[in-house]
């Protein structure tokens, strides 16, 4: 998901194990094309709503409230995370990635993974192949691997063209 569409994300969107995301919400004009529905997958995703969940509980003015946004602070919704998430990303070990970086290793992890680009691309909310494509870097390993792989298969088919015995 996009920085922006995180920050928006409400608790009304939530729909047992699927966010769905409204078009108002997502990157565009707002038009309903631009809505999408995200299957929430694996232990870590749901860990990180449980503890969302618990602190959903906003104090202010003495009384206590549940809050719309998933993400915020003090009850508002996020402005900024630019300081937190170098702090973070420094604890973390990794330091000097962006935000965006998830995004594009999503994609890079999708293609590995073998997931058809025609539903990557509607995970990752890519309209264009040309965008897809730029966020799918190649690098030196997945190159060598496709290399291997290449040549293993011209191997193979040397191999078959041997076994030809021409007829008389």
């Not at 928006?8 to 707002?30: C, F, M, N, R, T």
């Amino acid at each position: 998901m996009r920085y922006g569409e995180v920050r928006s994300l409400k608790w009304e969107y939530v729909k047992g194990d699927v966010i769905e995301l409204q078009a108002e919400d997502a990157k565009g004009d707002g038009d309903k094309e631009n809505a999408r529905s995200i299957p929430m997958v694996g232990k870590d995703l749901a860990g990180i709503l449980e503890r969302r969940k618990a602190a959903r509980q906003v104090k202010a003015d003495g009384t206590t409230t549940l809050a719309a946004l998933i993400f915020r602070h003090d009850g508002r919704a996020i402005v900024d995370i630019r300081k937190a998430w170098m702090s973070a990303c420094k604890k973390a070990g990794v330091p000097g990635r962006l935000f965006h970086d998830l995004r594009r290793s999503a994609v890079k992890n999708l293609d590995l993974a073998g997931v058809s680009r025609d539903v990557a691309m509607s995970i990752s909310d890519h309209k264009k192949q040309a965008m897809y494509t730029r966020y799918n870097i190649a690098d030196v390993k997945r190159k060598r691997r496709a290399l291997e792989k290449m040549q293993k298969w011209r191997e193979a088919r040397a191999a078959e063209e041997s076994k030809v015995v021409a007829m008389r």
